[in-house]
């Protein structure tokens, strides 16, 4: 069994943060060695609040985690991305990754947080690699910066626009809640496309699991696994995938 959440932004004042914690003591707890619980990233929200302080807050969700008997994995999102740089000791209770594949059921499942997908589809001539570099800076000035360092950091990458360039605008909205970002359908449309294979390196008929946008779904070999915070229409989702198949659930306690 793999059981994949994502998006919860802990540290996030519309964050379900009861819920998740719930879910974990009744859906996580009686998972077992041979199982696995994957954070498809943004679990932590680090680009609103002090990183220390929101990890102090959320001592109980670290414990919880670590009562587990599942094989735990944490993919880094965009508002945690800077979990990648720390130095964790080889014994710690889970792994931290950028992506992760595992197979069940005899099928290749590839576990994403997504804001990949957002830049290939709405963000060009921005990198990944230079949205990764903006990501460690949010991550690390919170609050009332992010505006300047939006502003250094576009002078710094030397990204240059067109008076009036929608591109502008639509990097601009980097900071702004999923659910009010326009054009999020083409990142759905993107992931569902076979050409997704080329850009992400995926193998042909692997099947793709992925966050970020606050839109859960099952579509044939792509998945999104939501979100647990109010702004969300649909909220407190998750996958589970058993012997191949893959189903998206609602918690409700």
């Known amino acids: ?76 999102g965009n508002h945690d991305y800077t979990l990648i740089t720390l130095k964790l000791p080889e014994n710690q209770y889970f792994n931290v990754s950028k992506t992760l594949r595992l197979k069940d059921g005899g099928t290749t499942y590839n576990f994403i947080h997504g804001y990949q997908l957002e830049v290939l589809a709405l963000l060009e001539p921005l990198t990944v690699e230079e949205y990764e570099s903006i990501c460690i800076s949010l991550c690390q000035r919170t609050g009332d910066f992010i505006g300047d360092i939006l502003s250094v950091l576009w002078d710094t990458l030397h990204l240059s626009f067109k008076k009036g360039d929608r591109r502008q605008k639509a990097i601009s909205s980097i900071t702004e809640v999923p659910e009010s970002r326009r054009d999020m359908h083409r990142v759905e449309q993107l992931a569902k496309s076979s050409v997704k294979d080329l850009f992400l390196g995926l193998e042909r008929g692997a099947r793709l699991i992925f966050g970020h946008t606050h839109r859960p779904f099952v579509d044939g070999n792509v998945a999104n696994s939501g979100s647990w915070v109010s702004d969300a229409t649909v909220q407190n989702t998750y996958l589970t995938i058993d012997d191949g198949n893959m189903e998206l659930k609602v918690y409700k306690p």
């Not at 498809?40 to 670290?62: M, S, T, Y």
């Open 1 to 76: 069994m793999i059981v994949v959440v994502s998006d919860v932004h802990l540290g996030y004042r519309n964050s379900n943060r009861q819920l998740f914690l719930k879910f974990l003591e009744e859906i996580c707890k009686p998972l077992g060695p041979d199982d696995h619980l994957i954070l498809l990233g943004d679990i932590l929200d680090f680009w609103r609040r002090n990183n220390v302080l929101v990890a102090i807050e959320n001592e109980i969700i670290f414990k919880t985690l670590e009562s587990l008997n599942s094989n735990i994995h944490y993919i880094i």
